[in-house]
């Protein structure tokens, strides 16, 4: 995702931030879009899910995707429904570095908008 001066991607949530006026005062140090991702901050969960991300998307091969259920029912086995956002979060961080894709009915969608089931895809 390409940041320009009017817009960020929070390096929470992974969603694109747009400036606003509050912010104008402070623009180059907000790093986080609401309160509720300041609150939570970014945990040593948070990069773990990454790298396990990478790592099966590596396994996985080029071109070749994932769903993130398949991590999340691997991570934290029965009680994987309610642990998909954090999934999901790590996913769009990725996509926001440039190291993957997200994808329905195999088209690149935009990781902050998607909504319902994606796929994830490296990027080679």
């Not at 309160?35 to 991300?53: M, N, P, T, W």
């Not at 099966?56 to 991570?75: D, N, V, W």
Request: net charge positive.
């Amino acid at each position: 995702m390409k940041e320009d001066k009017f817009c960020k991607v929070c390096g929470l949530c992974g969603r694109r931030m747009e400036w606003r006026k509050a912010w104008a005062d402070c623009w180059e140090k907000v790093a986080l879009c609401s309160v509720g991702c300041r609150k939570r901050g970014l945990r040593r969960e948070d990069h773990e899910l990454e790298e396990a991300l990478l790592n099966l998307l590596q396994k996985r091969g080029p071109a070749k995707t994932i769903c993130p259920s398949e991590l999340a029912r691997q991570h934290y086995g029965e009680e994987w429904r309610s642990k998909m956002e954090p999934i999901r979060m790590a996913a769009r961080r990725l996509v926001a570095k440039g190291n993957a894709e997200i994808l329905q009915k195999n088209q690149v969608v935009d990781a902050s908008t998607a909504k319902g089931p994606i796929r994830i895809r490296g990027k080679v």
